[in-house]
Each structure stands twice: as C-alpha cells, then as structure tokens.
C-alpha cells in the first residue's frame, strides 16, 4: 500500500477539541439512475459504476485523489479502516465492485457499491456543521453534473434505506458522556434524543455495540425535512446533550472516579499478563473523565488517539503481523504502560 495512503489511515479519525464531542460526519446517499440498487445489481454492473464515477470524477475534479478496491485490500488493512471509522464493517466484507474514493487534500470521501451506489461523505468538528455541509453539498452538486442520480419530485433522492429518503443526508456524532451515565440520567437524554427524531447506534454505527461512556449520536428519518433543516436540527440536539452533561458534573461522585483511575493505573503498572480491549476503553475512558473532572493532567486527544491505537488492527500493522489475542493483550498493556508514565491521580 502507497506510505501516503497508510499515513492518511492511521491519521485517521479526525479529532474534535474538547472532552465530550469526538469529531461529526455528514454522509449523502446517492445511487445512479440507470442501475438497479446495489442489492440487485451483478458483478459487471457493479464494475461499470466503479468506473463511471472515477470518470465523471476526472472530469469535474482536478485534484489527487486515492482508489482503494476492496477485492484488492488485505483483511488486515480493511478492519485497520474499520476501526478509524474510514468504511462501514459491512463494506469490509467481500463483495461486487466496493471502492473507497478519497480525495486527499479535501479529505471527501466516497464508497461505492455500498448500501447505495455512493455514500460521500465528510468529516470535522462538530460546531462546523454547517460549513461540512456546505464542503459536501458543492462537491455532491458538482457530481450531479455528470452522473444522473435518482431522484422523485415528490420523495427526492432514492435510497435503498427508507430513512434516507428525501435529502439522503445523514450526520452523526460521537460523544463522551460519563457525566450524564454515572449520575443515571443518560436514559432520560436516550429518550430525549428518539423523541426528537435523532437514534443512538454503536461506536462503530449501526448494529454495533457501545463501548464505555462513548455514544454515537445521528439523525433520523430526513423525509420530508431540506438539508438546512437537518443541520440545524441536529446542532441543536448536540447543543443540548452537550449542556446536560456538563451540568451533570455536580452530581458526580469526585472520590469515586479518582479511586477507579487508581486502580486502573496501578493494574497498568503491576500487571504482566496483558489487558483486553474492553478493559483497556474502560480505563481509558476513566482517564478522559478525571481529564475533565480535573483530577489528571493530560492532553485529552492523546487519550482519545490512544483509542484507536490500542485496537486490534492497529497493534497488528505495528507488528506487522496478524497478532493472536493474548499477544495483543500483552502488547496492549506495554503501549498503555509507555504512553500513561507519568500520568498520576
């Protein structure tokens, strides 16, 4: 693989600054009006649209841009992209004609040949959503210049999920929320959230489980709704989570977090068999609480880079080599030991 290439995927995800918003993704469903949708369509169909969106591409765009296909990918570089939040992990399976298109400098992203034709898609901080929207709605309007999307005057843009339907725009956001978990008031927030139209899905998006205090946040249905309305919908929702857990900080047990880090840290220190990964988010999300607690000093997008850098595939590519789970366990703990020195309660 291009060194370019993996650095762009090991940079990845983009970082929000703060202790509760981890970066937001504003991603547009598109499919080509002359193709059945992708769970109709055969091999060569798939291949053909692959190529006409490179072509169209070239057309409109002039700027670097990577094809990634996913029949050429290794199983490792794949999960390594699942795990930075770059493809879905239903796009890592095998299948007709999957290609990831990112452009470098812009960081636009499409997949082709996932659940429809195209799924473009941008990333950022969250206060910037309306300026994302404006990066990807001119390069989706551009786009339409040379490839014919579906699209009904009275639903608009046709999509393979229902939920899509109309503008086809989806965001989402990650968010830390501890705060709001141990003062048991993170159901009352779920509730608000469905009521206003918004669903909560896993760490890595739908049909995916959550790990420690870490939630993802998107829109709902969008039918019905323009893109101006999506956005502000959602910066709202955002705004309010965002305010009831910082006002849930009072009701936090200090004494209790403090004594969990402890025993976190002192496990890191003592310990000699390895740790899992669950173990090793709970901790890490302990220290991203003392973070804002005020209880540690630490740069907190260390602690949230440090995340991805202790997942699976990330500790296989920097042994390059498929490592067994006890392995990761141990290398694990030594990479928490060596970047956690000098972090104390």
Not at 174 to 191: Q, V
Not at 267 to 275: H, L, P, T, V
Request: hydrophobic share 40%; charged share 25%; net charge neutral.
């Amino acid at each position: 693989m291009d060194d370019k290439l993996k650095n762009l995927i090991l940079n990845e995800p983009a970082l929000s600054n703060g202790l509760i918003d981890f970066s937001v993704r504003l991603r547009l469903a598109r499919n080509i009006s002359k193709y059945p949708f992708p769970h109709q369509l055969d091999e060569k169909q798939a291949e053909n649209i692959v190529m006409e969106v490179i072509k169209a591409l070239d057309r409109v765009f002039d700027c670097t841009y990577f094809v990634i296909k996913m029949r050429d990918t290794n199983r490792l570089m794949r999960e390594l992209m699942v795990e930075r939040h770059i493809i879905s992990p239903e796009f890592a399976e095998d299948g007709f004609g999957k290609t990831l298109i990112w452009f470098v400098e812009s960081g636009m992203r499409i997949l082709v040949n996932e659940e429809d034709h195209l799924r473009i898609s941008c990333y950022g901080e969250v206060r910037n959503v309306r300026k994302l929207w404006e990066d990807i709605d001119i390069f989706d309007t551009n786009l339409a210049k040379e490839l014919k999307f579906a699209f009904d005057k009275e639903f608009g843009y046709l999509t393979s999920c229902p939920t899509n339907l109309g503008p086809g725009l989806r965001i989402s956001s990650i968010m830390f929320l501890p705060s709001l978990k141990a003062t048991r008031k993170i159901n009352n927030i779920f509730e608000l959230i469905y009521r206003l139209g918004c669903v909560i899905r896993g760490f890595y998006g739908e049909g995916s489980s959550n790990f420690a205090n870490f939630y993802q946040i998107s829109s709902g249905s969008v039918l019905g709704k323009t893109e101006k309305e999506v956005c502000e919908n959602f910066e709202t929702i955002i705004s309010v989570i965002r305010q009831q857990e910082i006002n849930a900080i009072a009701g936090v047990n200090v004494s209790t977090v403090k004594r969990n880090i402890k025993i976190f840290m002192d496990r890191i220190a003592s310990c000699a068999s390895g740790i899992t990964l669950n173990q090793a988010i709970n901790g890490i999300s302990l220290l991203l609480f003392g973070k804002k607690l005020g209880i540690i000093q630490v740069e907190e997008n260390i602690l949230k880079r440090l995340i991805y850098k202790i997942m699976p595939a990330s500790l296989s590519l920097e042994a390059k080599r498929r490592l067994e789970p006890e392995e990761q366990d141990a290398i694990r703990l030594q990479m928490l030991g060596n970047i956690l020195r000098g972090v104390y309660v």
